[in-house]
């Protein structure tokens, strides 16, 4: 059984020897092909492998680096953010210590005055309220303008490439738009 695979391996390759077939063995060819991809191989590697492993190198630190400009960035709005939140807490309890002593203020007027002096009394607490509103307000836009100075150059430098300045301030109003107004 050997010797009829062996025999029929045999003419095989006498036939293709014959015929120019695609198992013959050609030397010249098999040199040929070999100094041909040696030369390929050193052509890639002394022209084209530096550059490309270089670009790729260069271009994963650049993503490394935006990576960490943008957790830096985020780390430092989130502690402005907290900032603000504490300062807007201060404002509110400042804003209803005002209030309250304004209805105490009032309270002892309108137990002492008459009904003329329930009228002034009255007066003094709507501009009380109302300076208390405006000074709130103020504070409000301050803040929200503070926060979006800061949310505008945390973007800037993360996105500097991507937003123009006109298009950062437009995207950060609309997200101190969206925030509810406690």
């Keep these: 059984m050997l010797a009829t695979i062996n025999l029929a391996f045999i003419t095989l390759l006498s036939e ?52 960490e400009k943008s957790e830096k960035a985020r780390d430092e709005a989130e502690k402005l953010l907290q900032e603000n939140k504490a300062n807007l807490a201060k404002a509110e309890e400042d804003a209803q210590k005002v209030i309250a002593q304004a209805r105490e203020m009032a309270e002892k007027l309108l137990n002492q005055k008459t009904s003329e002096s329930e009228a002034k009394v009255k007066k003094m607490m709507e501009d009380a309220q ?39 301030t437009k995207i950060v109003s609309k997200f101190i738009d969206e925030l509810p107004k406690n």
């Design 16 to 67: 293709g020897e014959k015929k120019g077939g695609l198992l013959d063995v050609s030397p010249g060819l098999i040199i040929w092909t070999a100094i041909t991809f040696i030369t390929l191989l050193f052509i890639l590697k002394k022209f084209a492998w530096k550059p490309i492993l270089g670009a790729l190198e260069e271009r994963e630190n650049y993503i490394k680096e935006s990576l």
């Design 130 to 168: 109302t300076e208390i509103k405006r000074k709130t307000e103020e504070s409000f836009d301050a803040l929200k303008n503070q926060v979006a100075i800061i949310a505008v150059e945390a973007a800037e430098k993360i996105l500097r490439e991507n937003l123009d300045k006109d298009k950062q």
